[in-house]
């Protein structure tokens, strides 16, 4: 079986772009990827050996239904085909697997401006996926259990750190040769110590999402303005500024009160920890128009260590670690990029070593 040109070339070149198109299905005709090519009115007007053997139509077939539209009905390789080369619309190229013939097939659209085919046109590869997604999944559980391994690790080097505070803290009150005021500060660093501990585990139960809270209107302002001044209050940093701009109108989201004020709560304290020496906290909330939506902004930047760029497409993994001079975040910023997630939002990062960070929490307004 050859390669076939459904139509022939309408030109007064016509023996050039016979030419080209004698060299077109020669070198076709080496691949092991099949190749479709349909015109710009999504007529097919080419194929190789090897998609025919992937498609498994006799060539017959091809050649009495050459529209894509009545191709969609003999495979599902063309159903493919038809639903990507309508979103190439928006995209320069697309991928895509479809099960053909207990086989996993790999289809690759793209649109390609090619005199010998009419101008624009679309040309489809398909190959077998078979082992390439054999290797991705291999590759993929390897990646879960590394994860998953991290994440233990970090579990436990988080909960470690304040058990071994309490017992060092349990030990020195046994001893009881304490006076009564150190023995009141040992049993607040206790109390301390499993108050931390609560919040990991909160914040484990949060990041799983276990739980499902009942949601409400939340005043955006009221509560971070709650948050800052909580946090602060909280914090050992000595931040010399706190300065919020709430919104000049009544800002309102969709969600759960708790974990709201649990997102803002870990972005604020990673702004007040970035800054043990003293700095200065801006916050601010405010409403913006995008694609047509109203979307709630708020806005925490201080003036801290910040992070150097290449770890920040690194802070929202859990227990993250990689070199970092700043505090610890434990699962603070993962928890948080969780629960925006969950309320339909995302959260924009942009640091400067030394400099100091800017988190942009952006949720859609009610």
Known sequence: MTNKLISEPKSSQKHQSNDASENYQQLSDFSIDGVLVFDNNQQLCYYNKAAVNFIGLPKEKLIANPNLKDLRGLSNIFEEINSLIFQLKKKNNLTSVV???????GVRCFTINNTMFGGKCYEAIIYDATEILEAQKEASKAEKVNALTHFTNGVAHEINNPMA????????????????EKQASIIDKISENINRISSIIDNLRIYSHQEVASENYIDVSEIVSEVLEKTRSMSSSAVAEVEFTPSDSKVEIFGALNEFRQLMYNIVLNAFQAMPEGGKLRASVFTEIEAGKRLAKIVISDTGCGIAQEEIDYVFNPFY?????????GLGLS???RIAQCMHGDIDIKSEHNVGTTVTVIIPAA
């Open 99 to 105: 099960r053909e013939q207990n086989l996993l097939l």
């Open 165 to 180: 505070g309490i017992s060092n803290a349990l030990y020195l009150l046994k001893s009881g040769n304490l006076s009564p």
């Open 321 to 329: 670690t990689r070199k970092r001079i700043w505090n610890s975040l």
């Open 335 to 337: 928890v948080a990029y």
